[in-house]
């Protein structure tokens, strides 16, 4: 597999769509076999592709730290480590308990039948644009109290802020950053103009209730409060998005899937979880050692950047058995595909309730469901955000 040095994020690309997509999980089967802690010299940068080794760093929060450099205005939770990421997780952790979720369910379901309802009456539909892309958008965009109509700057700001180069080259690095730079500037104005307006008409929504939290008798500035929004967005879109077209590639891999599915409805909660962990759609995690740290022989230097690749973690024949077939009702499916310990994803039980409940819903409504003959894949170019950018299908009611 081809690797390339392009900068902190975005060291790793995958030159071909067919690499990405397919190559990927080949490449990362052949260094869990031949070398499974590597160091890449240039970058000082580790990447680890054994589960056992991933869980044990993402669990050892003292030596392995979740900062990283800050390109733009304040750190989220994402990459603060405690004191203070357990202070602010702990602001919005109530919002996003399952209790509290179920709240918008009704919500959710009417949002995700009004979508099918659309997609109904055409041939072709695309999972992506029709579906699995406005929901995740719509219902974050409910929670945290800002208009649906702003969907398409979301959709541009996120996009961005996940996008990987369109070629390994430092230009191309470049041009990508300075993208980066302008759509978070545009994002931390329009979150700024919010918080002023709310400020003066709160309402029962995640920005008020930042607006009006305190820790130790201190209220967060505007800027903490814009990168939360900026994080929720961004955290809970494209991810979403991409659990539901990767599991329904996984499902229509093979034809007898779908209709399993359709006869045995309680599959729906596994498959999804079948379908995070057989293509995850984060692939890799980062962290920065903040100690010396030997794991099996190998010396992790204090200062060294590791990429824990969750997504070959998931394929670990020593965790998962018959770790390459999608096993659409696999039970037990320890996936580390929400992280795992302190960073483990605020947003897990919404996005599980969105895969659910579009899952009951297609396969309700279609009766058959088929990647066209003339399918092209276009995964998108990131090596970190694994997902395809159109999934377009054919579907009889
Ligand atoms: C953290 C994946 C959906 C909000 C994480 C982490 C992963 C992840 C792997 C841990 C990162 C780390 O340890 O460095 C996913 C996947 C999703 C998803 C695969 C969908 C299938 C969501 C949604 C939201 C969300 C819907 C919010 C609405 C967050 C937040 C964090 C996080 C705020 C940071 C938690 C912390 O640092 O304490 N997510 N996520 N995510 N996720 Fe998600």
Not at 215 to 221: D, F, N, P, R, S
């Amino acid at each position: 597999m081809k690797q390339k040095t392009v900068g902190f994020f975005s060291r790793h690309t995958f030159s071909t769509s067919e690499e990405n997509w397919n190559g990927r999980f080949e490449w990362y089967e052949k260094m869990r076999k031949a070398s499974p802690i590597t160091y890449n010299e240039e970058e000082k940068c580790w990447d680890i592709f054994l589960y056992e080794d991933i869980e044990a760093i993402i669990k050892n929060k003292e030596i392995f730290s979740s900062q990283r450099p800050v390109q733009q205005g304040e750190p989220n939770i994402l990459s603060l480590d405690p004191p203070r990421h357990t202070q602010l997780r702990s602001l919005v952790s109530k919002a996003f308990t399952p209790r509290e979720l179920n709240l918008w369910k009704p919500r959710i379901e009417q949002i995700t039948e009004n979508l099918i309802d659309d997609m109904k009456g055409k041939a072709t539909f695309d999972l992506i644009k029709d579906l699995a892309y406005p929901l995740p958008v719509m219902v974050i965009a409910d929670i945290l109290g800002v208009p649906e109509e702003d969907m398409g700057d979301f959709k541009r700001w996120s996009d961005l802020l996940v996008a990987g180069p369109e070629d390994p080259t430092e230009e191309a690095l470049q041009r990508l950053q300075k993208l980066r730079t302008q759509s978070i500037t545009e994002m931390d104005t329009y979150f700024e103009e919010i918080i002023k307006y709310k400020r003066t008409h709160p309402k029962e929504d995640i920005i008020s209730i930042l607006i009006d939290a305190e820790i130790e008798g201190q209220k967060l500035t505007d800027g903490e409060i814009v990168s939360f929004c900026r994080l929720l967005l961004a955290a809970g879109n494209e991810t979403t998005t991409n659990l539901i077209g990767n599991t329904m590639y996984g499902l229509l891999e093979e034809p007898s899937h779908y209709q399993e599915l359709q006869q045995n409805p309680e599959y729906i909660t596994l498959a999804i979880e079948e379908g995070l962990r057989y293509r995850s759609p984060v692939q890799a995690l980062h962290r920065i050692a903040k100690e010396d740290k030997e794991i099996k022989g190998q010396n992790i230097r204090k200062g060294d950047s590791v990429t824990l690749w969750i997504g070959s973690a998931n394929r670990d024949e020593n965790k998962f058995e018959n770790a390459n077939h999608f096993i659409i009702n696999r039970k037990p499916n320890p996936h580390l595909s929400f992280g795992k310990g302190i960073h483990f994803c605020l947003g897990a039980p919404l996005a599980r309730m969105e895969g659910q409940i579009a899952f009951e819903q297609l396969t309700k409504k279609f009766s058959k469901i088929c990647i066209p003959h003339n399918f092209e894949l276009l995964p998108i170019q990131s090596a970190f955000v694994f997902g395809l950018k159109e999934f377009p299908l054919e579907g009889q009611e």
